[in-house]
């Protein structure tokens, strides 16, 4: 199994620009999620899904779009990305609510976008 | 909103002791799922441990346990007889079993003296 695929890995933005971050998992999870981590702050939640069709805000949405049209695929979009924005992003997938919640987080490889 | 606190950026001990990594969270939920994750210079994360918030007994695995106080909210980590290769970030967090929301506390990173 691939487990999560995440691409690119690493992006260089201008001000401005928008792009897209895919995200793909062969799992079967229910669950996906994207987190962006930056020194000093930890992984902070920028926005999950608990299936496809249904998505939700984590702790910093702002600025980025999700969508889940099917269980494998659940892509981060930057409609104008802004410097603030530089950050190394991951997204992560596991088993949802009908399943053992105590299933941990399978990781993708991570991106390192610069917005310059 | 539940929140992961982690008030150690960094924490230093020899190799073969033991330390204690500290992790408190706030919920008013009485159902959730905790972990702790490691993320070494390669940036992948690797669960460590996790915890169900209904079990009593602390979890262990291997070298690693946990000390789980329900009602204090808090979530430690104890890492015995330390390896070089335990050197890494280390991240606590919280799954809701409400939303199912996984939130992350800011880490410790863990530097291991030869």
């Known amino acids: 199994n691939a487990g999560v695929t995440q691409t690119p890995k690493f992006q260089v933005l201008k001000t401005g620009q928008s792009m897209t971050l895919q995200c793909a998992q062969d799992m079967n999870h229910e669950y996906m999620s994207w987190y962006r981590q930056d020194p000093g702050m930890g992984l902070r939640l920028i926005h999950y899904?608990?299936?496809?069709?249904?998505?939700d805000q984590g702790e910093v949405p702002n600025g980025y779009n999700v969508s889940r049209s099917t269980t494998e695929d659940f892509p981060l979009r930057l409609l104008s990305a802004a410097p603030s924005q530089t950050s190394v992003y991951f997204c992560?997938?596991?088993?949802?609510?009908?399943?053992?919640?105590?299933?941990?987080?399978?990781f993708g490889n991570g991106t390192r976008l610069t917005v310059t | 909103a539940q929140t992961v606190t982690q008030s150690q950026p960094e924490m230093s001990v020899q190799e073969a002791e033991t330390v204690t990594l500290s992790c408190t969270y706030d919920?008013?939920?009485?159902?959730?799922?905790l972990f702790w994750y490691k993320q070494p210079p390669s940036r992948q994360m690797i669960l460590v441990i996790r915890q169900e918030a209904y079990k009593q007994q602390n979890a262990t695995e291997n070298r690693f346990s946990v000390n789980f106080q329900k009602a204090a909210k808090s979530f430690s980590l104890k890492i015995s007889d330390s390896q070089l290769g335990d050197a890494a970030m280390y991240f606590c967090?919280?799954?809701?079993?409400?939303?199912?929301?996984?939130?992350f506390g800011k880490g410790t990173r863990l530097h291991i003296l030869p």
């Open positions: 899904s608990v299936g496809a069709g249904i998505t």
């Open positions: 992560a997938s596991t088993r949802g609510r009908s399943k053992k919640n105590n299933s941990p987080l399978h």
């Open positions: 919920t008013s939920e009485s159902d959730y799922y």
């Open positions: 967090a919280y799954r809701s079993a409400r939303d199912d929301k996984i939130i």
